[in-house]
């Protein structure tokens, strides 16, 4: 009986509805719009499905795009970033993540549900800080990419800053993938990896969440196995679907290959400082990224200041590798000839 060939999305087509008032901040990732743009207004806009698909286009061609001075409210935001997704096709049973400890801040802590408070509660030294390791980029991570159906879009607006530091920096996964040789990139788009969510711990005597923004989300063991090359179905291309924050075993090689294949692979994206955007946060600034091509990072280097905002996560589909896919690089070349 001959095998069905699985069907994948077809990439979508951009059609320039947004305000002409943004700008790259770097070649690889990160898109900047002017102030007086109003995120708001792309929700009471006239054609707001065709905007709003618009923006999430920019947004996972792009991996990050940034509003500053921004009077989105937290329901609006909620709106928004459950739009993003309907609009681009994820599936139906997808919904608004909730965290596996009800509202919390994404390290564990209190909030709204839905609504993740983010806060400096992990931020600082602690007596046992000699033990840790100090290396800033130990946090890079893709929002809860231990679900089964991890996210699509996530919101942060932040509202409280400390006067100087509090960055946070963003990594293409599409431009960590184009960066591999051709023969690695073969090989590693035939395996899958586990990424465990084992930062998070459930009260004793509770448990976590479930389900949490998705019915296959669900479960007292926060795991899931993904591909490790991933095909971002808004712009169909490919990128390196691993974090160093959840990502902790390749299926398919042994555990010492797969110890030292995601140390080279944790390695690539924190040294390749040219695949990564940095962003100096104001009161009021929004950032709208795409989780499944990109990483992220906060930088703790402000003591015992505040730092404050309100994060939402939207779920999307389940990760697959599309073997017809285009890298990013293939995909810009093709364009422009
Ligand atoms: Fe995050």
Do not use: C
């Not at 395996?191 to 009260?203: M, Q, R, S, W």
């Not at 040219?274 to 009161?283: A, E, H, K, S």
């Amino acid at each position: 009986m001959p095998i069905a060939t699985p069907t994948f999305p077809v990439p979508l087509v951009f059609s320039d509805s947004l305000p002409k008032t943004y700008s790259a901040l770097t070649p690889a990732i990160g898109t900047e719009f002017a102030p007086e743009t109003q995120v708001s207004s792309l929700l009471s806009s006239s054609a707001p499905s065709t905007s709003i698909r618009d923006l999430a286009i920019l947004v996972s061609q792009r991996g990050v795009v940034f509003f500053r001075e921004q009077d989105l409210t937290t329901a609006e935001q909620r709106e928004l970033v459950d739009r993003l997704g309907k609009e681009t096709g994820r599936p139906e049973e997808s919904g608004l993540h909730v965290h596996p400890l009800g509202g919390t801040n994404e390290l564990g802590g209190g909030g709204k549900e839905e609504v993740f408070k983010i806060t400096a509660e992990f931020n600082g030294a602690s007596e046992d800080s000699f033990n840790r390791s100090t290396r800033a980029s130990n946090i890079w991570h893709s929002d809860i990419s231990f679900e089964n159906y991890p996210s699509d879009y996530a919101i942060l607006k932040m509202n409280t800053l400390p006067k100087v530091g509090g960055d946070t920096l963003w990594a293409s996964a599409y431009t960590a993938y184009d960066r591999l040789s051709p023969a690695m990139q073969n090989f590693l788009s035939t395996l899958t990896a586990t990424h465990v969510g084992d930062t998070f711990h459930a009260p004793p005597g509770g448990k976590f969440k479930e389900p949490r923004g998705h019915p296959e989300n669900n479960g007292q063991h926060l795991s899931a196995s993904h591909p490790l090359i991933r095909t971002n179905p808004v712009t169909g291309w490919r990128g390196l679907y691993v974090n160093k924050f959840f990502t902790k075993r390749i299926n398919e090689l042994s555990v010492d290959e797969s110890d030292h294949m995601l140390s080279y692979l944790f390695e690539h994206i924190a040294q390749n400082h040219d695949l990564t955007v940095r962003f100096r946060w104001q009161p009021g600034s929004l950032a709208i990224w795409d989780n499944r091509s990109t990483l992220h990072s906060a930088t703790n280097d402000y003591g015992s200041a505040t730092r404050e905002g309100d994060r939402v996560v939207s779920v999307g589909e389940k990760p697959y590798y599309d073997p017809t896919s285009l890298s990013r690089e293939a995909a810009l070349r093709v364009k422009q000839d």
